[in-house]
């Protein structure tokens, strides 16, 4: 009997949500230049964690090629 093991979880949703808090946390307390320094770069990372994520939610990778799930089940055993 073989067990299948669980992809390593690597933080990437947990670490952007608490960018998002430390960004804001920024807003409220540093100056108008220091945030036009960080935003780009905080929303870059946010927006590729989430968007990377929800691309591999829909996409299959096969010997045969990409199959992109269009229906929205989200099934697959993912």
Known sequence: ????????KTYKRELAALLLVFWGYCVV???F???GAITPWV???VLGAFGIDAYSKQVRVSSQGVEIDETGSNSGGY
């Open 43 to 45: 929303f870059l990372y």
């Open 33 to 35: 230049n220091t945030i």
């Open 29 to 31: 307390t540093l100056d």
């Open 1 to 8: 009997m073989t067990t299948k093991s669980k992809p390593h």
